[in-house]
């Protein structure tokens, strides 16, 4: 993403949105864990954990921001509001931080995590 202001140009890497959503995802109550894209290239990665990234796609297109989550929830949990929560979160902490809108935020259930007790 670049911008063209007056003094010279800003230019936020698709890599640093990713690191600004993974944050968010951390911090959303009944999130485990995130995923690798297409779960049968590795096992679900849980939190805590350096490559949160691993599980976020960020394509930006005309001034706009789609974001991909692929994440892991806790069993018990109910998908549907963990699922609306990551996006609430994901879309404001990424429009505060960035300044441009992001036109979706999807968030793919991998898994399920059921403690072993």
Not at 2 to 16: D, F, M, V
Not at 30 to 50: H, I, Q
Not at 86 to 101: D, H, N
Request: net charge negative; hydrophobic share 45%.
């Amino acid at each position: 993403m670049s911008e063209q202001k007056t003094l010279g140009r800003i230019e936020i890497s698709p890599t640093a949105i990713a690191s600004i959503a993974g944050q968010a995802v951390l911090e959303c109550y009944g999130v485990v864990g995130m995923a690798n894209k297409n779960f049968a290239d590795g096992f679900a990665e849980l939190l805590p954990g350096a490559h949160y990234r691993r599980g976020i796609d960020v394509e930006v297109v005309e001034h706009q921001i789609y974001i991909d989550l692929y994440v892991v929830i806790q069993y018990g949990t109910r998908i549907s509001e963990v699922a609306n929560g990551i996006m609430s979160r994901v879309q404001y902490s990424v429009e505060k931080a960035v300044g441009l809108p992001v036109a979706q935020v999807n968030v793919h259930v991998q898994k399920l995590h059921l403690d072993e007790k």
